[in-house]
Structures are given as structure tokens and as C-alpha cells.
């Protein structure tokens, strides 16, 4: 099994990104980018970058999967949890779950990596 590890894979530039050139697929590894400081109120994960004062703010199973990418991990590791918490198939929130994720990479609060063929 890969590593998630952030040197075992390609990393994929903001402008790449921007444009569409990339968008999270099920065997990418996903970390969270430095800087997002996170805090529960109620029932709403709010997050805030600590430099640029941006922020976002997650119900539900967004404010979980966050929690969740507390360390690295794969997206079909993601997708297992979220399955075994929530009693859905694995393969059922995949695609809530990517597009998630996409939406995440967009406002460059992750960093997704591909492992390496080796």
C-alpha cells in the first residue's frame, strides 16, 4: 500500500487547479494545508485561514470529513469511515465526498497527492 505521504506523489500547482487541469479521483491521497485553524459552534464546523482571515464553514458530514484528514489519507479510506459511521456503502458517498473535496482543493484548504507508480 502507498503512503500517504505527501513526498510519495505529484503535487499539483494552484494554476492546474484553477483551471480545471485536476480534480480529485479516488485513489488520490489528501492532507490538510497548514494554516486553517477549526472550531465546532453548534452544529457548524467554522474554519478560518490564519493568514488571509478567509473562511468557511461546514454542516454535517463536511465538518466530519475534515475532522477525519486530521492526518493524510486516501480517498477510499475517507469514503470507508464515512461509510462505517454513517451505515451507507463506501462506494455510495464517493461522489458527494469528491465533489467535497474538489470544492475543498478549490479554496486551498487541502493538498491532494497522487501516489507513485513505483
Known sequence: ????????????????????????????????????????????????????SFYLSFT????RIWELLKSPRSVSDLCKALGREFDIEPEAVRPEVLAFLDRLLLRK??????????
Open 1 to 52: 500500500m502507498q503512503s500517504p505521504c505527501p513526498s510519495d506523489g505529484d503535487h499539483f500547482s494552484d494554476h492546474a487547479i484553477r483551471e480545471r487541469m485536476f480534480t480529485v479521483t479516488g485513489n488520490s491521497f489528501i492532507a490538510r494545508r497548514e494554516g486553517w485553524i477549526a472550531a465546532w459552534v453548534e452544529d457548524n464546523l467554522i474554519m478560518m485561514h490564519a493568514e488571509s
Open 60 to 63: 454535517g458530514s463536511g465538518g
Open 109 to 118: 484548504a487541502i493538498d491532494v497527492y497522487i501516489p507513485s507508480l513505483e
